[in-house]
C-alpha cells in the first residue's frame, strides 16, 4: 500500500523559513516524479516543484526561495520554504507520479497547512 505523509506546516511570518517532509513508503523514489502541490481555497492544485532522476521543476512564483530534495534510501523528499510570503498561504500535497504505458500511476498525500501571516 503505497502512502504520502507530509509534515512541517505551520506558521510562520513573512519572510521566514519552512521545511515540508513527505514520507514515502510502498515506492521507490527512484522510480517516480515526486512533486509539491498546493492548493488555495476554491482553486485548482498548482505546482510548487516536482524532481526526479532528470532534475528538478519549479513553479515561476517560487523559483529563487524554495528548493526541493529527496532523500532516496530515506524515502523522504523535502521542500525548503524560505523568503515566504503571505500569497504562499496554503495546504501543500505532496505527489508521487509515473507515466505507464496503458495507464499512469498518481499518488496524493493528505496536505499539510502552511500559513504566512504576520
Known amino acids: 500500500q503505497v502512502q504520502l505523509v507530509e509534515s512541517g506546516g505551520g506558521w510562520v511570518q513573512p519572510g521566514g523559513s519552512l521545511r515540508l517532509s513527505c514520507a514515502a513508503s510502498?515506492?521507490?523514489?527512484?522510480?517516480?516524479?515526486m512533486g509539491w502541490y498546493r492548493q488555495y481555497p476554491g482553486k485548482q492544485r498548482e505546482l510548487v516543484a516536482w524532481?526526479?532522476?532528470?532534475?528538478?521543476k519549479y513553479g515561476e512564483s517560487v523559483k529563487g526561495r524554495f528548493t526541493i530534495s529527496r532523500e532516496i534510501p530515506e524515502h523522504i523528499v523535502s521542500l525548503q520554504m524560505s523568503s515566504l510570503k503571505p500569497e504562499d498561504t496554503a495546504v501543500y500535497y505532496c505527489?508521487?507520479?509515473?507515466?505507464?504505458?496503458?495507464?499512469?500511476?498518481?499518488?496524493w498525500g493528505q496536505g499539510t497547512l502552511v500559513t504566512v501571516s504576520s
Open positions: 505527489n508521487a507520479f509515473k507515466w505507464g504505458t496503458t495507464r499512469n500511476t498518481n499518488y
Open positions: 510502498g515506492i521507490s523514489l527512484s522510480e517516480y516524479t
Open positions: 524532481i526526479s532522476n532528470y532534475g528538478t
